[in-house]
C-alpha cells in the first residue's frame, strides 16, 4: 500500500462532522481488498469485518476506531454578498485570516477569508486575533450571484494541498483523523497475510469532533470484546513542554490513564518490544477525547487501548507528521491482533466471544 498516497487522497477529500460521504467511499476503495465485509450503519460509520482465520474464529473480536470526519465551517450569514461563518467542530479561528476555503454551495466555490486590513485597525483591535463576526467570506462573485448560489447552512472546507515535506514528513489538513484510518488500512493490508483467530472490526467513525457520536453507536452495535481508537497526540514542537508532547518519527504513543486497560496496555507494550516497533508514553489522566472513551463505555464495558500518532498544529490547515509513524501504528495493531487467544481472553475475563448484537 501506498501510505502517501492515501493519505493525499484522504487529506484533500471534503468531510466535515456529519458529511463524510467523500472520504467514506475512498476509505471503502483502498480497504476493500483486505476485508471480507462491508457495511455502513445508519448514522454513517464505515464498518469493515475481516474474520478470524486460524485456526477458526474464537467467537472473539476487537473494534479498531479512527474517526473520518474534519472540523470545518458553515454559513450562519450572508451579507453584501459576503458570506459570514461558524465553526463545526473546534476549529481554531486564529489560524483562519487569509485562508483558501471551498464553499459548498450549490456548486463548490473557491475563497478566501479576509477581514478589514489592519491599516485601519484601532490599536487595541490590531494586539487581538479578528473574531467571527469581523470575518467573512470573499469569492469575488457580484451579490446577486452569491445569493443565489450560497445559502445559510452551506458548509465550507479549508483548500490546502497536500505536500510532502523532507525525510518522510507530509503536510496537510485534516491529519486529525484521517491519519488514523490511514493506520487502520495498513493493518487490515498486513493482517491479510498473517494468521490470526479474532474478528476484527475496522471502523472509520464518523462525528468524533463533534461528539464521538459514531463510535458511541458504532461500539454499542459491534459489542465487541476489546477496542483500540486510534487518534492524533501533541507533536513535539517548539512551544509545547516534553510533558505534553511525544516525539516525531519515534512510534506511537500509547495512552496511559483510566480510558486504558492496563492488560491492554501491557499486551500492546509487550507486542512492540517483540517485535521492535517503537512506542511512546502518553499520560491521559482523565477522558481521553477520542474515541476510546465511547468504546470504553459501551454496553457493559469494553477493555480500551488508545493510540495517539505524533502530529504538530492540530486542527490547522497545515497539520505536519511523518508517515512512518502512521505504518508503525498500523504494523503494531496487526501483530496485536494476531497474537490474540483464548488465554487473554481469560485474562480479561471474556467468556465466550460476545459479537455484534
Known sequence: MDTVALLRKLSQASGISGYEGEVRDIVRQAIEPFADEFRTDTLGNLIATRRGTEPVSTGHSIMLAAHMDEIGLIVKDIKDGFPRVTDVGGIDYRTLLGQEVIVHGQRDLPGVIGSRPPHVLSAADYEKPVPWDMLFIDTGLPQETVTQL????????????????????????????????????????????????????????????????????????????????????????????????????????????????????????????????????????????????????????????????PLRYMHTSVETMHIKDIERTGRLMALFISGLDDAFANELGLEGGKGAA
Not at 491479510?192 to 462525528?207: G, P
Not at 506511537?252 to 517503537?278: C, Y
Open 150 to 309: 450560497v445559502h445559510i447552512g452551506d458548509l465550507v472546507t479549508l483548500r490546502r494541498e497536500f505536500l510532502e515535506l523532507s525525510e518522510g514528513y507530509v503536510s496537510g489538513k485534516t491529519f486529525d483523523d484521517r491519519a488514523g484510518v490511514a493506520s487502520l488500512a495498513v493493518c487490515l493490508e498486513l493482517l491479510a497475510s498473517m494468521k490470526h483467530s479474532w474478528d476484527v472490526y475496522a471502523v472509520s467513525t464518523i462525528q468524533e469532533e463533534t461528539g464521538l457520536k459514531g463510535a458511541t453507536v458504532a461500539a454499542f452495535g459491534l459489542n465487541p470484546d476489546i477496542g483500540i481508537a486510534v487518534d492524533v497526540g501533541f507533536g513535539a514542537q517548539p512551544g509545547v513542554s516534553e510533558n505534553e508532547s511525544i516525539k516525531m518519527n519515534a512510534g506511537p504513543a500509547l495512552a496511559i490513564g483510566p480510558n486504558v486497560h492496563p492488560r491492554m496496555q501491557a499486551r500492546l507494550s509487550a507486542t512492540a518490544d517483540k517485535f521492535e516497533i517503537p512506542l511512546q508514553k502518553e499520560v491521559i489522566p482523565g477522558g481521553s477525547g477520542t474515541d476510546g472513551w465511547a468504546i470504553q463505555v459501551a454496553r457493559s464495558g469494553i477493555p480500551t487501548a488508545v493510540l495517539s500518532i
